[in-house]
């Protein structure tokens, strides 16, 4: 029992001198930039709640055992840890879906999803358009937002150049890049 106590004693003791340390430096920051503690705790609060994109790379999607939303999911489950309601949120897809993707894809592939080159890496807000399917979203985005050629694309997807051309004109057909422009896609 004694070493138990003496390891909690010291974990409160660390908690307390990281907790002076912290508070010193907080003092300080407030009174270099002559803000109160709320003005302070609330820009901190507006760093955490601040989004960043989510990305993932374009190599996950070479493997041609899954498709494009099952390798993203895949992808962002197992390396970036997310909850399928995470997931959903960011893809704006429903939980239900997100969890019948993940499962077909540990079924059609168990091995990890590996960044290989050449690499680019993408936002999920691509996936978010409705409109547009996977594919069709990927090849659209690439060639309008990154300046790719279809050969370029082919390429980088390890997907036949013919799969890409007819993707990238369906999607021009629905008025692709008008939608992304929407989304805030750029």
């Not at 690499?119 to 790719?148: C, H, R």
Request: glycine content about 4%; overall charge positive; aromatic content about 6%.
């Amino acid at each position: 029992m004694n070493s138990e106590n003496a390891s909690n004693s010291n974990d409160s003791d660390r908690l307390k001198n990281e907790l002076n340390a912290l508070n010193t430096l907080v003092e300080g920051f407030i009174k270099s930039h002559s803000l109160s503690f709320n003005d302070a705790f609330n820009l901190l609060k507006n760093i955490r709640e601040e989004k960043k994109p989510v990305l993932i790379p374009s190599s996950i999607f070479r493997n041609k055992k899954l498709g494009i939303i099952e390798a993203t999911v895949k992808y962002m489950k197992e390396e970036l840890n997310l909850t399928y309601h995470q997931i959903a949120e960011i893809t704006k897809r429903d939980d239900r879906v997100v969890w019948v993707m993940y499962n077909r894809a540990i079924k059609k592939s168990i091995e990890k999803s590996k960044v290989e080159e050449p690499n680019l890496w993408l936002p999920v807000s691509v996936f978010t358009i409705k409109e547009l399917g996977p594919m069709e979203s990927l090849a659209s985005y690439m060639k309008d937002q990154l300046g790719m050629s279809l050969n370029e694309i082919a390429k980088m997807l390890d997907r036949d150049n013919r799969t890409v051309w007819a993707c990238y004109n369906k999607a021009k057909g629905k008025g692709a890049g008008s939608k992304e422009n929407e989304s805030g896609l750029q």
